[in-house]
């Protein structure tokens, strides 16, 4: 449990990193699809300044995580060059999903994607629900509870097939939907994520897959 401190400092840092959006997260962001308004409605922002246990993230891209009542209770980080790891958080966070206010919708279906910005394309550009799990490792199984009132719940895994053969997000989609009553799961074509659909394909075909 966060203290009231910790997250005083996490909006403020949120805030911050917001507010210290540059050209070349923009323009990172814009690549993807995400206008600079979308980045707002969401408070992505551009690592600056951070908070101590934030220090090696400088200038990454800043990806805060908030609750229903609108606490900032952690960050994910994306960095912006071919460098590894591609993404980073705070040692010991406890894991939460992206976009949770997504779950107090009124719609009949939500999505359950892999990854944040997925999250974003959707919800954001798409205007379909939808929350992001932060990594196929993540899904926590009291978080099934979150989505009872559903009429059908998508999960969309990233379809990226390794070199060993092995499929995370097609594992991830199956763990998710063998936890959940109303789970249908959304194949992808090969090698593509939502965001990669997105660019490719348009949010008319986005909606397609959800109907």
């Given at each position: 449990?966060?203290?009231?401190?910790?997250?005083?400092?996490?909006?403020?840092?949120?805030?911050?990193?917001?507010?210290?959006?540059?050209?070349?997260?923009?323009?990172?962001?814009?690549?993807?699809?995400?206008?600079?308004?979308?980045?707002?409605?969401?408070?992505?922002?551009?690592?600056?300044?951070?908070?101590?246990?934030?220090?090696?993230?400088?200038?990454?891209?800043?990806?805060?995580?908030?609750?229903?009542?609108?606490?900032?209770?952690?960050?994910?980080?994306?960095?912006?060059?071919?460098?590894?790891?591609?993404?980073?958080?705070?040692?010991?966070?406890?894991?939460?999903?992206?976009?949770?206010?997504?779950?107090?919708?009124?719609?009949?279906?939500?999505?359950?994607?892999?990854?944040?910005?997925?999250?974003?394309?959707?919800?954001?550009?798409?205007?379909?629900?939808?929350?992001?799990?932060?990594?196929?490792?993540?899904?926590?199984?009291?978080?099934?509870?979150?989505?009872?009132?559903?009429?059908?719940?998508?999960?969309?895994?990233?379809?990226?097939?390794?070199?060993?053969?092995?499929?995370?997000?097609a594992e991830f989609a199956k763990r998710v939907a063998g936890e959940?009553?109303?789970?249908?799961?959304?194949?992808?074509?090969?090698?593509?994520?939502?965001?990669?659909?997105?660019?490719?394909?348009?949010?008319?075909?986005?909606?397609?897959?959800?109907?």
């Amino acid at each position: 449990m966060l203290s009231q401190e910790q997250l005083k400092l996490y909006l403020q840092a949120a805030s911050r990193y917001q507010e210290g959006l540059n050209v070349e997260t923009a323009t990172f962001l814009k690549e993807r699809g995400i206008s600079k308004e979308i980045a707002e409605s969401f408070t992505l922002g551009t690592v600056t300044d951070p908070i101590p246990e934030h220090q090696g993230y400088e200038g990454w891209l800043s990806i805060p995580y908030f609750t229903a009542l609108g606490m900032c209770v952690g960050f994910k980080f994306r960095r912006l060059d071919d460098g590894k790891p591609k993404y980073g958080s705070p040692l010991g966070q406890k894991a939460h999903l992206y976009n949770v206010t997504d779950v107090m919708s009124d719609s009949g279906t939500i999505v359950v994607c892999e990854g944040e910005l997925d999250a974003v394309i959707l919800s954001g550009i798409c205007n379909i629900p939808a929350v992001g799990v932060p990594g196929v490792t993540a899904w926590k199984p009291h978080f099934a509870r979150l989505f009872t009132g559903f009429d059908t719940v998508f999960i969309v895994g990233d379809n990226d097939v390794k070199e060993d053969g092995a499929n995370p997000g097609a594992e991830f989609a199956k763990r998710v939907a063998g936890e959940l009553t109303n789970g249908q799961i959304i194949q992808l074509p090969a090698g593509l994520d939502i965001n990669d659909y997105y660019l490719q394909e348009g949010p008319d075909a986005i909606s397609r897959l959800f109907k």
